[in-house]
């Protein structure tokens, strides 16, 4: 397990928004202690403003060992030319160490399909001819992917998928769509919290933005979800399937069953952490339990 194209990712990896709202130095901190903890990979979203390759870098820059996987960099960011420059002279100056993931994410577009436009972005990527040297080794790339067709897309030209917010059963079908040679990461929420009541309410508040997105609700209703289940605040069956907490033996016991579902990797996010601090000591708990 955690094989991407001949990387070990491990099992498990740190999955954050935290580092977006963090100064440069803490994050250097932050992301060499994890690797000293044995944790391997470490993924970072695109949203609130730090550029996706140029955060990755600094990443890369800091730790020896580490995995940095974008999860996701928005195609409507920067033109395919610069994403593929980019993510090249990444995969020169850190072998076998940056993973480019690439997703649709951002604001509905309306009149763009995401399965056309992440093809036509992936044939101007290829297309590119570039006087920078190639790298020694290869430059890796993932989709942002859930359904059927863009499950396919990146089984096809690329080296496999992520899945963001899915439950276990998504990651059974997107096994089955992938095959048994493409990579499957998935994130997943998790809070170290036992009491029900105040497991789900922190829970609601993290998923709200996406139970009011059209394009994951979207998501939900193909995960199987009723539309009585996804308006206020989700039903506790959905937020449980979407959000792991409990103790630490029950969160980890969850997340085997995406590994047991056909996850060769799941990227662990930690939720409930108030602005300004960190999650580290649940990151110390969780790599204790989980990491080898």
């Not at 919290?193 to 105040?198: I, L, V």
């Not at 789900?200 to 009585?228: C, D, M, Q, W």
């Amino acid at each position: 397990m955690g094989s991407l194209d001949g990387l070990e990712l491990g099992t498990y990896g740190v999955w954050t928004f935290d580092f977006e709202g963090q100064p440069a130095a803490r994050m250097r901190d932050e992301i060499q202690e994890l690797e000293e903890r044995g944790w391997r990979t470490f993924w970072i979203p695109e949203l609130l403003g730090r550029e996706a390759l140029t955060h990755a870098g600094y990443l890369l820059s800091c730790t020896q060992r580490m995995h940095v996987v974008n999860g996701i960099a928005q195609i409507w960011s920067r033109d395919a030319r610069w994403t593929q420059g980019a993510a090249l002279l990444l995969a020169d100056a850190y072998p076998d160490r940056h993973v480019l993931g690439l997703g649709f994410g951002g604001l509905a577009r309306p009149g763009v399909k995401p399965l056309a436009a992440m093809a036509e972005y992936l044939d101007e990527m290829d297309a590119v001819d570039t006087p920078n040297p190639r790298p020694a080794g290869p430059m890796r790339r993932i989709l942002a992917a859930y359904g059927p067709k863009m499950l396919e897309l990146a089984r096809d030209r690329t080296a496999g998928a992520h899945a963001y917010h899915v439950n276990v059963a998504h990651t059974a079908q997107s096994r089955e769509i992938l095959g048994p040679d493409a990579f499957l990461g998935v994130e997943h929420p998790v809070l170290l919290e036992s009491d029900p009541a105040k497991a789900r309410a922190v829970a609601r508040e993290h998923l709200h933005p996406y139970l009011t997105s059209p394009y994951n609700i979207a998501k939900f209703r193909r995960l199987g979800y009723t539309e009585e289940e996804i308006v206020d605040g989700g039903s506790d069956r959905l937020v449980d399937d979407l959000v792991f907490w409990g103790d630490l033996d029950a969160v980890v016991d969850k997340l085997h069953g995406h590994v047991e579902a056909g996850a060769d990797h799941v990227g662990v996010q930690v939720i409930g952490i108030e602005p300004g601090r960190t999650a580290m000591p649940h990151w110390r708990l969780l790599g204790d339990a989980l990491l080898p």
